[in-house]
Structures are given as C-alpha cells and as structure tokens.
C-alpha cells in the first residue's frame, strides 16, 4: 500500500522539479545562447509595385532591352534604355514593375529550358510575352502592358520607326541636323562671288 503524500513530501517534489527545471534551462542556454523572442507578425513580403524609384540594374536592363529587340526590330536600343533608366530612377511605381517583369520573363524562360530571358531565341521571347502580357489577366499584366510593352512600341514610334520608314533620323534627332549642314557627295559649299553661302 502506497504511503501517503505528506506536505513534506510534496514541497520536495515540487522543489526537484523547479531545480531540474532550471538547471535544463541554464544549460540550454550556455549551449544555444538566449533564445530569440518569437516575432509577433512574419516578415512582410515586399511589394512592387510600392517600391521607391532607383536604377536598374545591368542585368535587369539586359532582360528589358532583349524585350525591345523582341517586340520590335531595332539595331541600337541604348535610346530604350535611357528611356527605361530615366522612368525607374524618377517615377513612383516604374522601378518596381521593371523588376517583377524581369522576374517574370526570366522565371518563365527557365520553364522552357534556358538560362534566362536573355538566352532564350526570340522566338520564344516573344512567346513568353505574349503569355504573360497578352494571355494573362489580371493587375500584373495590365501594368506590365501599359508600362513596359506599351512604352517599348511608343518609343519605336517616335524614333526607330522613322529610320524604318527610309528618313536618316527620327524628329529631334541631331544626327538630323548634321547630316542637313554636311555637303553631300560632289557637293561645293563654297563661298560664291555674292558672299552668299549655298
């Protein structure tokens, strides 16, 4: 027959089990260091489209000029870049999309086997915009409807489309300019008997 529990008893109970309680947590503690207080929220993802403006990275300009070349046909694209460089560095919302598009076309060039958008054959980088722009619905696709490929068509408008139309140069242009003061071929500028220049 099992003896009773004295008050004695019980207060020593209670007494190896604080010490034992202590003793496992100093030890964890000299081992481990001082647990961290859980945090009340998980982190907050970062969102896009709220991040402040900022330049682009090389690669990220990259992946946007290889967009241009993929939307449009065009040999010098450094005009698309200035222009793109600009808009993140100086308007709310711009940097943040040419991000996440980035991301978007990189992730989805992977799925058809390459290394990135860059590396993938224009072809397929046209694909991938067309799915992701195009076929898709949505807030992200809107935007980057209206603020990458509908910036890329109406940069080509103002400039690249000209050249294509058979003129030296587009409006505003200063190649324009030198190309009008220089002589053509055969052409003599001299000054004639009237001091009048031709």
């Not at 190896?16 to 964890?28: F, I, K, N």
């Not at 481990?32 to 998980?42: F, R, T, V």
């Not at 711009?94 to 390459?114: I, K």
């Not at 209206?146 to 294509?164: G, M, N, P, R």
Request: charged residues 20%; hydrophobic residues 45%.
């Amino acid at each position: 027959m099992a003896s009773p529990v004295t008050r004695r008893r019980f207060l020593v109970a209670g007494a190896t089990v604080a010490g034992c309680s202590v003793g496992t947590l100093l030890l964890l503690r000299a081992f481990h260091g001082h647990p961290e207080k859980p945090s009340a929220l998980p982190p907050k993802p970062v969102d896009w489209r709220t991040l402040p403006p900022s330049a682009l990275s090389e690669t990220e300009l990259d992946t946007l000029m290889a967009a241009v070349r993929a939307l449009v046909e065009v040999k010098d694209t450094d005009h698309y870049a200035v222009a793109f460089q600009w808009r993140a560095m100086n308007l709310p919302g711009e940097r943040g999309v040419y991000g996440a598009f980035v991301n978007a076309v990189d992730a989805r060039a992977r799925m058809f086997g390459g290394g990135g958008f860059v590396s993938v054959e224009r072809a397929t980088q046209q694909r991938i915009i067309e799915q992701l722009v195009f076929l898709s619905r949505g807030e992200q696709a809107a935007l980057f409807y209206s603020q990458v490929v509908l910036l890329i068509f109406a940069k080509y408008l103002a400039t690249d489309f000209w050249i294509d139309q058979g003129y030296e140069a587009w409006p505003g242009s200063p190649r324009g300019l030198i190309s009008h003061l220089s002589p053509a071929p055969g052409d003599d500028w001299s000054v004639t008997p009237n001091h009048a220049v031709r």
